[in-house]
């Protein structure tokens, strides 16, 4: 169970670029990375309003001069300082996410970004080159995964529990979107506009959750091939999508959906993963991240519950609260970004044995998700049509 006591030699000096007052995921990256004393805030160039930026960075307890006006400010200002940044997170629109993390790398800080990581799978293998020449680490936030009863489900279907897995069935879907886009927010303009999205809008934005979660659960399947359709039902958004389904074929002949959306009306947010084995089911909403519903063909359904004793070892060692108490985002979140530190904390150290075992979401995942971005994009693009996973 985590407990608060400290994993890593001593706090990260931690900065941030983005994620400032009007930001949608700064809190998000904040309440992860101080939760356990494993980060401590010391710079950041928040805001591309500077002086926005510099009065939002000093309420939160920032130096004014570690206030920057620009990443390449921050960049030359902390490295000119002995006690300059060992890690930065990025929590900027998605076209500055391979420009960023190139320059941090090329100055020696390591890197935790958001996602969809890059726009091109080309980029990630030139950064993650980059990165292991210069011996560091780049975290990706899929802040989902931090959930204890995830690593439950990759736990059971690791030891066998379901059977030769066979149906793979997943949603994240939500309404904010239903309507135009008048009076939009700036986050929300950015993300529909492929000059700085990308070539996706609801397939990178939340689709990749999707995807790298089953990652985490389903490690030893491969896709083989998969048919994406897409549709912007809101057409100002074209060519980007606020809809699409995706399938796919895995290499044990499983079959999967995907299905994304920002135009579900009515709905609040959700995300559905059933997992379907030869010989049971898994079923995990992060509506309801404390309960894992366990259905064997045959008997009784199964309620299992977050922090209990039965649990597998893998999903009660990420437990914060205790099993009488409910776990939210947050807490996840702030799993996701202890172990991005102790990832930190062990290539300073050069302890390529721990890194070894060590998992969270990294370079390859993020680099992962942009693949699989890719294949959808290219399915979508020739009518909806079957293409090779490549």
């Given at each position: 169970?985590?407990?608060g006591?400290?994993?890593?030699?001593?706090?990260?000096?931690w900065?941030?670029?983005?994620?400032?007052?009007?930001?949608?995921?700064?809190?998000?990256h904040?309440?992860?990375?101080?939760?356990?004393?494993?980060?401590?805030?010391?710079?950041g160039?928040?805001?591309?309003?500077?002086?926005?930026?510099?009065?939002?960075?000093?309420?939160?307890?920032?130096?004014?001069?570690?206030?920057?006006?620009?990443?390449?400010?921050?960049?030359?200002?902390?490295?000119?300082?002995?006690?300059?940044?060992?890690?930065?997170?990025?929590?900027t629109?998605?076209?500055?996410?391979?420009?960023?993390?190139?320059a941090?790398?090329?100055?020696?800080?390591?890197?935790?970004?958001?996602?969809?990581?890059?726009?091109?799978?080309?980029?990630?293998?030139?950064?993650?080159?980059?990165?292991?020449?210069?011996?560091?680490?780049?975290?990706?936030?899929?802040?989902?995964?931090?959930?204890p009863?995830?690593?439950?489900?990759?736990?059971?279907?690791?030891?066998?529990?379901?059977?030769?897995?066979?149906?793979?069935?997943?949603?994240?879907?939500?309404?904010?979107n239903?309507?135009?886009?008048?009076?939009?927010?700036?986050?929300?303009?950015?993300?529909?506009?492929?000059?700085?999205?990308?070539?996706?809008?609801?397939?990178?934005?939340?689709?990749?959750?999707?995807?790298?979660?089953?990652?985490?659960v389903?490690?030893?399947?491969?896709?083989?091939?998969?048919?994406?359709?897409?549709?912007?039902?809101?057409?100002?958004?074209?060519?980007?999508?606020?809809h699409?389904?995706?399938?796919?074929?895995?290499?044990?002949?499983?079959?999967?959906?995907i299905?994304?959306?920002?135009?579900?009306?009515?709905?609040?947010?959700?995300?559905?993963?059933?997992?379907?084995?030869?010989?049971?089911?898994?079923?995990?909403?992060?509506?309801?991240?404390?309960?894992?519903?366990?259905?064997?063909?045959?008997?009784?359904?199964?309620?299992?519950?977050?922090?209990?004793?039965?649990?597998?070892?893998?999903?009660?060692?990420?437990?914060r609260?205790?099993?009488?108490?409910?776990?939210?985002?947050?807490?996840?979140?702030?799993n996701?970004?202890?172990?991005?530190?102790?990832?930190?904390?062990?290539?300073?150290?050069?302890?390529?044995?721990?890194?070894?075992?060590?998992?969270?979401?990294?370079?390859?995942?993020?680099?992962e998700?942009?693949?699989?971005?890719?294949?959808?994009?290219?399915?979508?693009?020739?009518?909806?049509?079957?293409?090779?996973?490549?």
């Amino acid at each position: 169970m985590i407990n608060g006591e400290r994993t890593i030699q001593r706090p990260l000096r931690w900065g941030m670029i983005g994620g400032g007052r009007t930001g949608q995921v700064g809190y998000k990256h904040r309440t992860g990375a101080l939760r356990d004393g494993t980060y401590q805030l010391v710079a950041g160039a928040f805001d591309l309003d500077a002086e926005r930026g510099r009065d939002f960075g000093t309420n939160l307890g920032v130096s004014g001069e570690r206030c920057y006006a620009t990443y390449q400010a921050l960049i030359a200002g902390e490295t000119a300082r002995e006690d300059g940044v060992d890690v930065v997170s990025i929590a900027t629109p998605n076209f500055t996410h391979y420009e960023i993390t190139k320059a941090c790398l090329e100055a020696g800080i390591h890197v935790i970004c958001e996602k969809p990581l890059f726009f091109t799978v080309a980029e990630c293998d030139e950064i993650a080159a980059l990165a292991a020449s210069k011996n560091l680490i780049v975290g990706v936030t899929y802040g989902y995964t931090g959930h204890p009863l995830v690593r439950q489900m990759a736990a059971m279907v690791a030891k066998g529990m379901l059977g030769e897995i066979r149906i793979v069935d997943m949603q994240y879907t939500h309404g904010f979107n239903a309507g135009d886009d008048t009076d939009a927010s700036e986050a929300q303009v950015w993300r529909t506009n492929p000059a700085t999205a990308g070539a996706t809008f609801v397939l990178g934005d939340i689709g990749t959750h999707l995807y790298y979660l089953s990652e985490v659960v389903l490690p030893e399947l491969k896709v083989e091939k998969l048919l994406c359709d897409r549709k912007a039902f809101i057409p100002s958004r074209a060519p980007l999508e606020d809809h699409a389904t995706v399938l796919m074929h895995y290499d044990n002949g499983a079959r999967a959906r995907i299905w994304v959306s920002s135009v579900n009306a009515g709905n609040m947010g959700s995300q559905r993963y059933r997992f379907v084995g030869a010989k049971a089911s898994l079923e995990w909403s992060d509506s309801h991240p404390d309960q894992l519903i366990y259905e064997v063909q045959g008997e009784p359904c199964r309620i299992l519950h977050r922090g209990m004793a039965y649990l597998e070892e893998d999903s009660l060692a990420l437990d914060r609260m205790g099993a009488l108490h409910t776990e939210g985002l947050g807490d996840s979140w702030s799993n996701i970004y202890l172990w991005i530190a102790e990832a930190i904390d062990a290539k300073m150290r050069g302890d390529e044995a721990f890194l070894s075992t060590h998992r969270y979401p990294d370079l390859k995942a993020g680099t992962e998700g942009v693949r699989w971005l890719e294949n959808c994009v290219r399915s979508a693009e020739a009518g909806a049509a079957w293409v090779d996973f490549a």
